[in-house]
């Protein structure tokens, strides 16, 4: 039966905080993996960083045409910087990532330029993950958990680059027999090559297992909490009652969704607002007030705030923009920050009731 677990529960502000750590560098198998040498280095960690790891360019190889239809791309995405900026991250790419070279010294050419997705991805043979995670179980989970996501002794290994990037154990094989820190004097240092590819199928089955097909998307029956205690979270520890009422925004919310779409709203309310008020399913927007030295106070809907400026639209539609300065004051208010704050404390036992509670208001 399955269920939403608290610990597949992971708070923008978490994932933003991770990103920052992850500009320059990535951590795989407890090592750090940073961008290559080279000049325009810093430009792409400052540029191309401040929307996503600047490290997601490993283990591709394009020309300088391929580079700067990606960077091309990225501008039209909203990347900041100059044109001299944008030059020199071309620069920098085409010459710390040129082409992979195959058989023969022939240039790997990739369809799509910089592709979503592996096309060599792996065919995951059952029986060969069912022998993997008899290999995995005494070997590793101890580190890095039963299902591969990680532990406090360990990294998760879903998320790990070597592991990624491993088809039928060319990658995984290698680091377990000759880097891996801990292998040495252990079982894991003896692993035969059959026995890696296993372990193999097994990881990639738990890769596959967080995808759109995996068997964790598919919610059967989230309703095995107790509604009286539901409330009781509701109206006390769960703060729930101050913004919503039973009787109001919520009345009747069960007869217009099922369980599992209630535990969603519930949880994610960012995909779909949540309540009676919302019945054009709108999301509700996050506003910020700007105050500047003098005084002057403007408020708007967000468009756009990171470190370095802040911008909003206001309520005739004027685009505004200000540098983020220490006399600057920027108030942000996210009608959804409370169910975001909610993740870091409720349980799984909470959310279960929670739910169970939701379904009598029909």
């Not at 933003?16 to 961008?35: D, E, K, P, R, T």
């Not at 532990?151 to 891996?180: C, F, M, Q, W």
């Amino acid at each position: 039966m399955q269920v939403l677990s608290k610990t597949r529960v992971f708070p923008a502000r978490i994932g933003y905080a991770l990103g920052l750590l992850a500009f320059s560098s990535v951590i795989v198998w407890g090592q750090a993996i940073s961008l290559p040498q080279g000049q325009g280095r810093e430009t792409v960690q400052r540029v191309c960083g401040a929307c996503h790891p600047a490290t997601i360019v490993l283990g591709h190889g394009m020309t300088r045409e391929g580079w700067g239809q990606v960077v091309a791309s990225m501008i039209t995405r909203g990347a900041k910087g100059t044109p001299a900026d944008f030059e020199a991250i071309t620069d920098y790419l085409t010459k710390t990532l040129p082409p992979k070279q195959g058989a023969g010294g022939a240039a790997v050419r990739r369809a799509g330029g910089f592709p979503a997705g592996p096309n060599d991805r792996q065919t995951i043979d059952p029986a060969a993950a069912a022998r993997g995670k008899a290999i995995y179980t005494p070997n590793c989970s101890t580190c890095h958990g039963p299902m591969a996501r990680g532990t406090a002794n360990g990294p998760d290994l879903v998320r790990s680059i070597v592991v990624l990037h491993d088809r039928y154990g060319n990658e995984l094989g290698p680091y377990l027999l000759d880097k891996h820190p801990k292998a040495a004097g252990t079982s894991i240092a003896s692993l035969s090559q059959n026995q890696i590819k296993d372990l193999s199928h097994f990881l990639h089955e738990q890769i596959e297992d967080i995808l759109r097909s995996g068997p964790y998307t598919k919610v059967l029956n989230v309703l095995t909490g107790n509604a009286q205690a539901g409330a009781a979270y509701f109206k006390g520890a769960g703060g729930c009652a101050s913004c919503h009422s039973a009787s109001g925004d919520l009345a009747g919310i069960a007869s217009k969704y099922d369980a599992p779409t209630l535990q969603q709203r519930m949880l994610f309310p960012r995909t779909v607002a949540f309540g009676r008020r919302a019945a054009a399913e709108r999301m509700k927007p996050v506003t910020v007030t700007v105050t500047s030295q003098d005084g002057e106070a403007v408020s708007g809907v967000l468009v756009y705030m990171d470190d370095f400026d802040v911008a909003l639209r206001d309520g005739a539609g004027n685009y505004r923009s200000w540098r983020r300065t220490p006399d600057l004051k920027v108030e942000r208010h996210d009608p959804y920050a409370a169910h975001e704050e909610l993740l870091d404390t409720i349980t799984d036992a909470d959310i279960h009731n929670l739910v169970a509670y939701l379904e009598t208001l029909k």
